[in-house]
């Protein structure tokens, strides 16, 4: 496959300044405004898809699959009986859908369980604390660890305070700026802590808004230092002890935590498909992840993405169009533990990665579109620009930069063409891995038009004369 690959850079080396829109499905050159031609030519089925999405026997039927979903299997965690319930059922659905090559791939994904969890202020006053353990996190001994809080709004205040750090468990009280950058207390929080000789560590939620909830999510270990339990406590605990904390009251917590971790689980991703026409051996994949953490009911983060995916492929199927490329379903499993799932798929596929046109994951909510985030060439963001222009019905053509999705990483890595959707992010992280995530967050209309973008794009993308450029 390397020696074909490097055959066929060879011959379209030559072509690359005079046709930047080459393809390796070969033909006659064709110019950017043959391009924009061809794409524009889609615009009535890209109608009929808007039609039958938002105003046919279609609507709302994202939604309601979703809903049955969560409510019959709750929250999905890797290596839960939840999630291997939730997969076999999908499988069985998406075969009545009348969908072609439905079949589970095998996974290994880590299987670790919470337990009974509990944080009590013993001093100045008996106060409950809202704490959701973190993912992979070790529990306390059963008499639980009492000590001293050490609060600190910053690693470089924690270094600063490292000598008053020993025994003591750390409180962080960081200030939200975004998720992607707050999110590293979550992730290394325990681990500086540990450094400094904490017994355990409490992290501010990572969220820019609470009703005394806390997010839970994946921390990650060194093997150079020691492990402690850490967890997450809701904003207004934290900004409470910070407060006491400036006035100079000693606190004490007393954190109960029974949390373990077990081998790993058995899993599979799922996988259903449209075989393409022409080319079936090419393949544009959409994706979402099916397993959630074990609050709420995971419905926002992703079944909402999942769903719409699936959608994408059943409104293809129920107007009678069959793309020239495979349309590639992929419900992921072990998302929430670093792309676990997606890691071990792209590895059994890597042989055939010439063959993947585009990759596309839906999992930063559904709610209102706003537009394709994209991560690809300047030429290919281009046609991409032109596609969404198909979008202009329901006023929703933007292309954004950084279409990234933990899934799809593994194949951004390797050049090929990526693409996610971008909605109001307004409330996705005031549910995001909270026991608020729950179907009460989703609204269908939303749903509708989330799903009618993604199936136009995928369609189109799947359908087109060429593949994308890289």
Not at 389 to 416: A, M, S
Request: with cysteine.
């Amino acid at each position: 496959m390397k020696l074909l690959y490097l055959i066929a850079l060879i011959c379209l080396f030559p072509q690359s300044e005079e046709n930047p829109l080459s393809s390796d499905n070969a033909g006659p050159r064709r110019s950017f405004e043959d391009i924009k031609r061809e794409i524009a030519g889609y615009s009535d089925v890209a109608k009929k898809i808007i039609d039958l999405a938002i105003h046919g026997k279609a609507q709302n039927r994202s939604y309601e699959r979703l809903a049955f979903f969560v409510d019959t299997f709750g929250p999905r965690v890797s290596g839960s009986r939840n999630l291997e319930l939730a997969i076999q059922y999908m499988h069985k659905v998406l075969k009545e859908d009348g969908l072609e090559n439905v079949h589970l791939e095998p996974a290994k994904i880590p299987h670790w369980e919470r337990g009974e969890e509990s944080a009590m202020m013993m001093k100045p006053r008996n106060h409950s604390i809202a704490l959701l353990g973190l993912g992979g996190s070790i529990g306390t001994p059963p008499e639980g660890i009492t000590a001293e809080v050490l609060v600190v709004t910053s690693f470089d205040d924690l270094h600063k305070k490292a000598q008053e750090a020993h025994g003591k468990i750390v409180v962080y009280n960081q200030q939200f700026v975004s998720y992607g950058e707050t999110v590293l207390y979550r992730v290394r929080g325990a681990v500086e802590a540990a450094k400094v000789g904490a017994k355990a560590s409490l992290i501010k939620s990572i969220t820019p808004f609470s009703i005394h909830s806390p997010h839970t999510g994946i921390q990650e270990y060194q093997s150079d230092v020691p492990k402690i339990p850490t967890a997450c406590i809701s904003v207004e605990d934290a900004e409470m002890m910070s407060r006491m904390s400036s006035r100079g009251t000693k606190i004490v917590v007393t954190l109960k935590m029974g949390a373990k971790t077990y081998p790993d689980a058995d899993s599979f991703n799922t996988v259903a498909e449209i075989i393409g026409s022409t080319y079936p051996e090419q393949v544009v994949l959409v994706s979402g992840h099916l397993d959630s953490w074990d609050v709420g009911q995971g419905a926002m983060d992703d079944g909402g993405g999942a769903f719409i995916s699936w959608e994408a492929l059943s409104l293809i199927k129920d107007l009678g169009l069959r793309p020239k490329r495979t349309l590639r379903l992929l419900l992921w499993t072990g998302e929430e533990q670093g792309g676990i799932g997606a890691e071990q798929y792209y590895k059994m596929h890597k042989e055939n990665i010439s063959n993947f046109d585009m990759v596309m994951e839906s999992d930063e909510g559904t709610f209102m579109p706003t537009g394709l985030a994209f991560t690809g060439s300047d030429k290919a963001r281009d046609i991409m620009k032109e596609i969404m222009k198909l979008l202009k019905p329901i006023n929703v053509t933007d292309v954004f930069e950084n279409g990234e999705g933990t899934d799809i990483n593994y194949w951004i890595h390797d050049g090929i063409p990526a693409a996610s959707l971008r909605d109001d992010l307004t409330r996705y992280f005031w549910f995001h891995h909270s026991q608020g995530d729950t179907m009460t967050v989703q609204d269908p209309i939303q749903m509708n038009l989330c799903a009618a973008l993604w199936t136009v794009v995928s369609y189109v993308i799947a359908d087109m004369d060429e593949k994308i450029p890289m």
